[in-house]
């Protein structure tokens, strides 16, 4: 799993679990091309992409983006347990 950042296109972020935690490389494309392994713990990795979920699309509805429907709809596929 990854995450662009195209409007910027100055970094990428991706995400390889392995067992309790997640190896995520950070690339950055900017003036010097530079990649970083970094190990972090899988829990905390979850919670912090949900936080971040939660308050993009808080957002996104607060801007009249969206409804608060298509919000429920969209963010509940992410906090189902498995």
């Given at each position: 799993?990854?995450?662009?950042?195209?409007?910027?296109?100055?970094?990428?972020?991706?995400?390889?679990p392995?067992?309790?935690?997640?190896?995520?490389?950070?690339?950055?494309?900017?003036?010097?091309?530079?990649?970083?392994?970094?190990?972090?713990?899988?829990?905390?990795?979850?919670?912090?992409?949900?936080?971040?979920?939660?308050?993009?699309?808080?957002?996104?509805?607060?801007?009249?983006?969206?409804?608060?429907?298509?919000?429920?709809?969209?963010?509940?596929?992410?906090?189902v347990?498995?």
């Amino acid at each position: 799993m990854g995450l662009d950042f195209v409007e910027s296109y100055w970094c990428r972020i991706k995400f390889f679990p392995v067992d309790s935690q997640i190896k995520c490389y950070l690339k950055d494309l900017s003036y010097y091309y530079q990649e970083s392994l970094i190990i972090l713990d899988k829990q905390q990795v979850l919670t912090q992409l949900k936080q971040f979920l939660t308050e993009l699309i808080n957002l996104v509805v607060n801007q009249g983006y969206i409804s608060l429907q298509d919000r429920d709809e969209f963010i509940k596929p992410a906090f189902v347990q498995s």
